[in-house]
């Protein structure tokens, strides 16, 4: 049986601000746990299901984590229900410690990723395993885009979180103004921009993505270029997600 301390912590951290009060996130699964171990991730403490204990895969990860001095809980079937992020617990969660981004963290000779209020925690978990993909790791989130720590965001990402820095900005526009004086231009991906086979990629470059209601704000369209992916049929616009692999896709096959 789950410690009630444990538990109680891991219910915590199903809320945002408890997340962020003790910087930690949960992650779950084999893939997940092992790829936080794998990325030498700052693990608090693993729990596992006590009847799956023997599987195969969760030994590999038991002897890994033996090996690293973390902290090994096993939890029964009544407990499953207080802490799983998931409809189907898959026997395996681990609590991860993350460091605070600054936003210099992703400032380096690669494009940035920018996301402006992208509200769906699927939609942002799948562009940083895309950015990932493409090996364009910096992403920059405004301040009003869902938490990347959020347990759907993270479960989308597929591991990729341990392999991007991600900044949460307070103050969209005005980091982004202080990039353009760092010699960063920014490209927005509009419906009315220039035809996006006329981008020219550059390592210098901010591509900026808008919600998925409202797209991206005024004063960063005005800040620099704006494109948008050509299409031929009805639809009314692309999921931004699918926007981002299309977009990161031309970069780096063009850069």
């Known amino acids: 049986m789950l410690k009630r301390n444990i538990k109680k912590h891991i219910n915590k951290l199903h809320q945002k601000k408890y997340r962020k009060e003790y910087a930690e996130f949960i992650i779950e699964g084999i893939k997940g746990v ?13 729990v596992i299901e006590e009847k799956k204990k023997e599987d195969k895969n969760i030994l590999e990860i038991i002897k890994k984590a033996e090996g690293l001095n973390i902290e090994i809980h096993y939890c029964a079937q009544k407990d499953i229900g207080d802490i799983k992020t998931t409809e189907t617990f898959p026997g395996i969660l681990a609590v991860i410690k993350y460091s605070k981004t600054v936003l ?56 990729s979180i341990f392999h991007t820095g991600i900044y949460q900005s307070q103050d969209i526009v005005s980091d982004l103004k202080n990039l353009t ?20 990629p550059k390592k210098n470059n901010i591509y900026v993505f808008g919600s998925e209601s409202h797209g991206v704000r005024s004063e960063i369209i005005e800040m620099g270029e704006r494109y948008t992916i050509p299409g031929k049929g009805n639809a009314e616009s692309l999921n931004v ?3 981002a692999g299309i977009v990161l896709k031309k970069i780096v096959v063009q850069k």
């Open 34 to 46: 092992g790829g936080a171990l794998e990325s030498n991730s700052n693990v608090n403490f693993i």
């Open 104 to 159: 210099l963290d992703i400032i380096n000779d690669k494009p940035i990723i920018c996301l402006d209020s992208v509200k769906d925690p699927g939609n942002l978990g799948t562009i940083i395993r895309t950015a990932d993909w493409f090996g364009l790791p910096n992403i920059l989130l405004s301040e009003n885009c869902v938490d990347v720590y959020n347990e759907k965001t993270v479960r989308s990402t597929m591991g």
């Open 181 to 200: 004086q760092k010699d960063y231009s920014i490209v927005s991906l509009t419906m009315d921009g220039e035809n996006l086979k006329e981008l020219q």
């Open 241 to 243: 997600a699918v926007s």
